[in-house]
């Protein structure tokens, strides 16, 4: 019966192919960066998916078997077209993106010229819409409208952290466990 790849890790392909370089679970193993247990372990597997031994112990380390050496050249090359397709760009850059930032005058004179370089660099063909925070902009987000916004969070009404309500001294922890507005 034929099997179906679906049902195969094939994380285990890349471990085959190793062993087949190497000749060594212990040299394999180092250089997938696990144990040989872990290594032994998928061979294991292996043996059970093909039901072949694919390699016998010898004085000169592992020997394949006849199957494991038909089938070597057409693990080779199904693994460098798999490189070849990690090669390619995991994405294309969108063309057309529009960002829409909401924020505070002081914010927005700051982080401006860095976040909008950062953006082009990452998306050249981006548009970058730039609005004043306000008392609608939190609504904005949660809406979409808007991409991201900056803003102090004592200065938005509906927040709980006032300026005057804060200790005089803060703690590092007690800054980090604080929960956002939005998210």
Known sequence: M??????????????????????SVTKAAKRMNVTPSAVSKSLAKLRAWFDDPLFVNSPLGLSP?????????NLAEWMQMSNLLLDKPHHQTPRG????????SPLMMIMLNALSKRIYQRYPQATIKLRNWDYDSLDAITRGEVDIGFSGRESHP??????????????????????????
């Open 158 to 183: 509906r927040s709980r952290e006032l300026l005057s309500s804060l200790p005089l001294a803060i703690d590092y922890e007690v800054l980090f466990s604080d929960v956002p507005c939005v998210w």
């Open 65 to 73: 078997t006849p199957l494991m050496v038909s089938m070597e050249q």
């Open 97 to 104: 993106l529009k960002f829409e930032l909401a924020a505070e």
């Open 2 to 23: 034929k099997k179906s790849i679906t049902t195969l890790d094939l994380n285990l392909l890349l471990c085959l192919q190793l062993l087949m370089q190497e000749r």
